[in-house]
């Protein structure tokens, strides 16, 4: 049980990490847009690198608003699924 003590207790530590590295990127990419908008630009290039910021156009089903008005053919189409959900906490 120790050794798994002690692999629950890396793992929750990794997930932190991750969460912070997350928020940082989140940072970095919200300073890069920022001097998109400052430059009037929807790409910026660097040494090596480059970066767009641009609106994309696309097509999803909605399934909710589909359901709402054909409940019948929503129910004769839709399946139950079933997942395996992991969860760990402190």
Same mark, same amino acid.
């Given at each position: 049980?120790?050794?798994?003590?002690?692999?629950?207790r890396e793992l929750l530590a990794v997930r932190e990490?991750? !969460?912070?590295?997350?928020q940082e990127a989140e940072a970095l990419t919200d300073t890069l847009k920022a001097a998109m908008i400052d430059r009037s630009s929807d790409t910026l290039e660097?040494?090596?690198?480059?970066?767009?910021w641009?609106?994309?156009q696309s097509? !999803?089903?909605d399934s909710k608003s589909f359901k709402a008005d054909h409940g019948d053919l929503y129910s004769e189409y839709s399946r139950p699924v079933t997942t395996c959900r992991f969860l760990i906490s402190a």
């Open positions: 049980m120790k050794d798994l003590n002690t692999t629950a990490m991750i !969460r912070e590295l997350e660097g040494g090596g690198w480059s970066c767009s641009k609106n994309v097509h !999803r089903f």
